[in-house]
């Protein structure tokens, strides 16, 4: 029985904050059947949380799985459909985002295991993710989910040359209020150091997709970060469990601009 498939802690204003991918535990029979490669879990939302700890300051609740998207992706839909055209890592991936096999031959988890994983681990958070947006929406009047995520800044199976810095996706504008995600886009590149787009090769999720419903009161923005704005160089060429450290100096500059979105949005929840 998985007893523990994310970590939840509420908060009193109404945004909440997702980070279905920055789960690091693996349960036996993914861990038994996954490559050498695989173990050291390259395509980790590595170090959300750390970045994101400011939260509890400004009371926004938070939501982060506990479980590797090796397991079980909990950024897909239950039926599997795809997300965008092309090659992609599905509910259940069997490949990386460098398109190598994740698993051993044979040595996938089999179709009961995988019911489990459904049962334990998606039902629950998604359960969470609505039961919260409606109490949060029942109390405040609105709410306001922001994914959170990151991705190395090259992946070529994924998207050509080097990824922007900032990505914010929105469902083309259908997750969020008008003018939104372009406000957040000014706030990001301001002072000339990073770099941004909206609903460019990142659109948003499956939960991006389906709990922005901003006609029915509840928004939804997801962002994924270029983990080169906050992790080691190191991490790109060793691909190494150990090799993923942030680097304290580009933290020192990521981590505000960080804050300030989220300032930017608790304020425009209250107007």
């Known amino acids: ?151 190395a800044p090259r992946v070529p199976m994924l998207f050509d040359g080097r990824l922007p810095d900032f990505n914010f996706g929105s469902n083309n504008g259908a997750s969020c209020r008008f003018g939104l995600a372009t406000q957040l886009e000014a706030l990001t590149t301001a002072d000339g150091r990073f770099t941004c787009v909206t609903d460019g090769r990142f659109k948003g999720g499956f939960i991006t997709r389906h709990f922005g419903q901003p006609a029915e009161g509840i928004e939804t923005l997801q962002l994924e970060l270029s983990q080169g704005t906050y992790l080691a160089n190191s991490a790109f060429s060793a691909k190494r469990f150990d090799a993923y450290q942030l680097d304290p100096q580009k933290v020192i500059h990521v981590q505000p601009v960080l804050r300030h979105i989220i300032e930017h949005l608790l304020d425009a929840l209250q107007h």
Do not use: C
């Open 1 to 151: 029985m998985i007893s523990d498939p994310f970590e939840f802690t509420p908060g009193t204003t109404p945004l909440l904050v997702s980070m279905p991918h920055s789960g690091l535990q693996l349960t036996d029979a993914v861990a038994s059947g996954l490559t050498a490669s695989a173990l050291q879990l390259a395509d980790t939302d590595w170090f959300i949380p750390e970045l994101y700890s400011f939260l509890s300051d400004l009371g926004v609740g938070v939501i982060r799985a506990n479980y590797s998207r090796y397991v079980l992706d909990l950024n897909r839909s239950l039926d599997d459909k795809p997300l965008y055209e092309g090659k992609v890592t599905g509910l259940f991936p069997d490949i990386s985002f460098a398109d190598d096999s994740l698993f051993l031959p044979g040595q996938e988890p089999d179709e009961d295991e995988r019911e489990r994983y459904k049962k334990q681990i998606w039902r629950p958070y998604h359960r969470q993710l609505r039961d919260e947006l409606d109490r949060l929406k029942a109390v405040h009047g609105n709410a306001m989910l922001f994914d959170a995520h990151s991705i």
